[in-house]
């Protein structure tokens, strides 16, 4: 017979564990010296260990394997394992689709694509629309810095206590440095109010308009196909295009005086309408 030291070397499992497994009636010693309460155990021990180590492995508790222990019923140990096989191997199939998923994510970083799904271009369309108020604010700034003019705007909104209609809108008037500045305008529709620095007019008049779901950084995309749906219909673009955002950072129920983004919307659940002032050609 083996000491407990010895045996734990023999099947590599702590002492401490062991003796916790004797403790619960799990595996017992062959034998306990009455004198100095040293446990010992026989070779048969050896392959008892091995199968408790592999069923533990397979996350089965320890209440079960006792019972898989002390039990004879051979149809029952059957069933309880084919189950535990099909649990793994479920897993093993949801691990190995983390993998692919994680090898395409690879694939993208190494091309520097975006890790975003693709934006969703709806189909163009033409639209009439009215002439609105607009109170605005225009400045040349970081492309990272437009939260902060957004920030900006609805504070000048709340401070003249401007009764907001619509939802925030954007024009890019120019684009700088490789597109990492930009000149651009942002505005929000108000109710009629007395003329006053600011506010102005968006002209009434015929769009080429386009739905875009997907994140800002896609919206190329939709002024693309945009573009080239005005021009195969004959149209020309008649002034500057701006963007509507139906659905985004700001939420739909803002309060004004207490913007708060909406982080608990995804990207790719953005919607950005684009709107460019088109004529027909002559």
Request: glycine share 4%.
């Amino acid at each position: 017979m083996y000491s407990i030291g010895r045996f734990s070397e023999i099947c590599n499992v702590p002492v401490k564990t062991l003796r916790y497994y004797s403790d619960i009636g799990l595996l017992k010693p062959s034998y306990i010296d009455p004198e100095t309460n040293y446990r010992y155990y026989d070779y048969d021990h050896i392959q008892t260990v091995k199968k408790i180590m592999l069923l533990r492995s397979c996350h089965i508790s320890l209440a079960n394997i006792k019972e898989f222990m002390d039990s004879a019923d051979r149809e029952k140990w059957q069933s309880i394992l084919e189950h535990k096989i099909d649990e793994l191997e479920e897993l093993k199939q949801q691990i190995a689709k983390q993998i692919e998923d994680m090898d395409r994510l690879k694939t993208q970083i190494d091309r520097g694509a975006s890790i975003l799904p693709g934006p969703f271009l709806s189909d163009c369309f033409m639209e009439k629309r009215e002439e609105i108020q607009v109170y605005t604010i225009r400045e040349n700034i970081k492309v990272q810095f437009i939260d902060d003019l957004v920030r900006k705007l609805f504070d000048r909104v709340y401070a003249f206590q401007l009764v907001v209609t619509g939802k925030l809108m954007a024009i890019f008037h120019e684009r700088f440095l490789d597109q990492q500045e930009v000149d651009v305008e942002l505005l929000l529709p108000i109710k009629d109010s007395d003329k006053m620095d600011g506010c102005r007019i968006l002209p009434a008049g015929t769009y080429g308009c386009l739905m875009v779901k997907g994140p800002y950084s896609e919206l190329s995309a939709g002024y693309e196909k945009l573009k080239n749906w005005i021009e195969e219909q004959n149209l020309t673009q008649s002034g500057k295009a701006f963007e509507i955002y139906e659905k985004g950072l700001v939420p739909s129920d803002f309060k004004v005086g207490d913007i708060r983004p909406d982080l608990s919307l995804h990207p790719s659940d953005f919607i950005t309408k684009i709107c460019i002032p088109v004529v027909k050609n002559e």
